[in-house]
């Protein structure tokens, strides 16, 4: 795993904690192939190892269908009919829906791999073997959360973001766990299995924010808190860039001109063409990087370098942009924002 501990990146951390919005250093190497797999199995604790210091959390997680698919995805024709096309005999076994679909870990991180839930705590905030205790000590075996100092807490952020923790205290680092498996990276699966090529309506804001949410640390695990009004400027455009980093990384592994290739394609050109509207009105610097580099590739088959090394690039900004940029800066988007009733 590459660390990156440039100057940059740390000082951007301490600067949007000290503003009370959070940050983060990159923590993977996006042209590793080995990134796109969620989570390392044998690193899996599982949801027992959150449940005391997250119960509110972990509670409202088992209402979702993010939980829920761990009983029911087998049992739908649709998942039924894709397991045909692509001989697909055990659901929890395959890796065509392992790695987006469930929770896999393996017993005492030697065993064999075992689907043990849904789409749980790990899928999105990382395999939590490398990072639980210091995510979990604030200062000291008696030292309470409320007691933890400033200082500290964002030593521990920074130490556990940089041994794997998707922190959402950075918001590109949500909205990368959620495109990576809503964008569906997997050709066969899609020309072959008949797979859709991801949720194709998927927006950040209205998809983390309805039944899924579980905002429980402001209220001290009392109530599932809204977020700001700024904090959802941030997932917004955090989410178009995910949009496009994924998609042009699809498209990228798209090998013939079928179902696969043709909507990863569309859908980051769709990407691309929403954060320019976004730019419009934000006049955002690290938004135009990103519209410069993505603008400079053709969407088309036969160009994985290129478009890949743009991915990695538009990854590297999209972190810079969740540690650097505050949601008050991005008022000019406020009539872009998903309203309530269309949240999830």
């Excluded at 599932?224 to 455009?237: D, K, M, Y």
Aim: hydrophobic letters at 35%; one cysteine or more; aromatic letters at 6%.
């Amino acid at each position: 795993m590459k660390i990156s501990t440039s100057k940059v990146f740390v000082f951007a951390v301490m600067l949007s904690l000290c503003l009370g919005m959070g940050g983060s250093v990159p923590t993977q190497d996006p042209r590793n192939e080995k990134w796109e797999v969620a989570v390392d199995p044998h690193k899996v604790m599982g949801t027992e190892s959150c449940q005391k210091c997250h119960a509110s959390e972990i509670q409202t997680w088992k209402k979702t269908p993010h939980n829920e698919t761990f009983l029911t995805l087998h049992r739908k024709p649709e998942a039924q009919q894709i397991a045909s096309k692509l001989g697909i005999e055990n659901f929890k076994s395959d890796s065509n829906c392992i790695q987006c679909h469930y929770t896999m870990s393996s017993k005492q991180g030697t065993g064999p791999l075992e689907a043990i839930a849904g789409v749980s705590c790990e899928s999105c905030h990382g395999a939590s073997k490398d990072w639980i205790a210091v995510h979990n000590d604030y200062g000291g075996p008696n030292v309470t959360k409320a007691q933890e100092t400033r200082e500290h807490r964002l030593a521990r952020f920074q130490q556990s973001i940089q041994l794997g923790m998707r922190n959402p205290v950075n918001v590109y680092l949500l909205a990368q766990s959620c495109y990576r498996c809503h964008t569906v990276p997997d050709e066969k699966l899609v020309n072959v299995g008949g797979h859709n090529a991801g949720s194709l309506d998927f927006e950040l804001v209205s998809w983390s924010q309805g039944t899924v949410r579980h905002n429980f640390l402001r209220t001290d695990g009392q109530s599932n808190a809204e977020e700001t009004p700024a904090r959802l400027r941030l997932l917004f455009v955090a989410g178009m860039i995910a949009d496009l980093e994924f998609s042009m990384k699809a498209t990228a592994k798209a090998t013939q001109k079928a179902t696969f290739g043709i909507t990863s394609a569309q859908r980051a050109q769709r990407a691309l063409e929403r954060l320019k509207s976004a730019q419009e009105k934000l006049q955002q610097p690290l938004l135009q990087e990103i519209i410069n580099i993505a603008s400079s590739v053709k969407l088309k088959l036969n160009n994985r370098e290129q478009l890949e090394t743009a991915a990695a690039a538009i990854n590297e900004l999209g972190v810079k942009f969740g540690a650097t940029v505050r949601g008050d800066d991005l008022i000019a988007i406020e009539s872009f924002i998903p309203p309530k009733d269309k949240w999830k």
